[in-house]
Each structure stands twice: as C-alpha cells, then as structure tokens.
Nanobody, 115 residues
Framework: QVQLVESGGGLVQAGGSLRLSCAAS????????MGWYRQAPGKQREKVAT???????SYVDSVKGRFTITRENAENTVYLQMNSLKPEDTAVYYC?????????WGQGTQVTVSS
C-alpha cells in the first residue's frame, strides 16, 4: 500500500556530487520521519540522514557538511544532496519512512564513488 521509489544513484568520481530522490505513495501519516540509510557489501545498514515533517534534520558524523537532506511534504518526497563524495560513500542507499511502529523501505539505489 505504501511504496517508496528511489532514484538518482550512479557512478561518480571522488569529489563529485549526486542528488538522490525518493517518492512515497500510498496512505501516509502526515507526521513522520523520512531518511536515508546505506549499506556497503559486508557491512551493517547505517543511518545516513533523517528529516522530520517539521524539518528537524540529523546526520551521521561522516557526512556532516557534505550531505544535505530535504523534503517536500506535499509530495511525500525526500532528497539527499551528496557533495564532495568519497569512495567510502559507496553503498546501496535506501529511503526510509516511519511513524510510530510503522516502517517502510525503498528498494535501494546504488551509489559508487571511484577514487
């Protein structure tokens, strides 16, 4: 019923930029948190950034100053602007939507940063 679709991943050189987008559709509670997680091969899934409906943001330390998360509440979309990309940012990036005990995940989009 609720679906998240990510886009914007790709291959970039170190120092480059990408902008990820996630569009949510379905029956979505109006007060929620959206975010981006990432998972590299053999690693645990890591929370990268989150943003609440009232635009409170949080970032993992490793991306602070480089990544910016924003959202469009009317469209149920969330974006992740990624600048100054590093090879260690390489991962599958997953969109996340949650409220209370309800959690939804996107299928993931691959981000590869070459050195």
């Amino acid at each position: 019923q609720v679906q998240l679709v990510e886009s914007g991943g790709g291959l970039v050189q170190a120092g480059g930029s990408l902008r990820l987008s996630c569009a949510a559709s379905g029956s979505i509670f109006s007060i929620n948190v959206m975010g981006w997680y990432r998972q590299a091969p053999g690693k645990q899934r890591e929370k990268v950034a989150t943003v609440t409906t009232d635009n409170i943001t949080s970032y993992v330390d490793s991306v602070k100053g480089r990544f910016t998360i924003t959202r469009e509440n009317a469209e149920n979309t969330v974006y992740l602007q990624m600048n100054s990309l590093k090879p260690e940012d390489t991962a599958v990036y997953y969109c996340n939507l949650r409220w209370g005990q309800t959690v939804y995940w996107g299928q993931g989009t691959q981000v590869t940063v070459s050195s």
